[in-house]
């Protein structure tokens, strides 16, 4: 069993930045991918990024691409998106994820799973 745990989020205003973490415990493994989900209110989850276990291959969603950045510590267990010039569109609870499907993308292709941490950007 894998525990994940998010923390960082908050309230910001529209343009500024929030960095939100992701600390794996229990039966972890580094070969799992990691990835970052949201869901805003009313919306189904989606996917926000994804590392696979060296970091050798990243992937973002198009309305986040190149302002997030998402990153992995396999000494410290830790998951990171860093994340800049917010929009208020970009409001959601963000998920920490983690699974053995080294390219997953989905919902259901991830097994772990965190209890989310609020993102709320002001216009």
């Known amino acids: 069993q894998v525990q994940l745990e998010e923390s960082g989020g908050g309230l910001v205003q529209t343009g500024g930045s929030l960095t939100l973490s992701c600390a794996a415990s229990?039966?972890?493994?580094?070969?799992?991918?990691m990835a970052w989900f949201r869901q805003a209110p009313g919306k189904e989850r989606e996917s926000v990024a994804r590392?696979?276990?060296?970091?050798?291959?990243?992937r973002y969603v198009d309305s986040v691409q190149g302002r997030f950045t998402i990153s992995r510590d396999n000494v410290k267990k830790t998951v990171t998106l860093q994340m800049n010039s917010l929009k208020p569109e970009d409001t959601a609870v963000y998920y920490c994820?983690?699974?053995?499907?080294?390219?997953?993308?989905?919902?259901?292709?991830?097994?772990?799973w965190g209890q989310g941490t609020q993102v709320t950007v002001s216009s």
């Open positions: 994820a983690a699974g053995l499907n080294p390219y997953g993308w989905t919902t259901d292709e991830y097994r772990y």
């Open positions: 590392i696979t276990w060296n970091a050798g291959n990243i």
């Open positions: 229990g039966r972890t493994s580094s070969t799992y991918a």
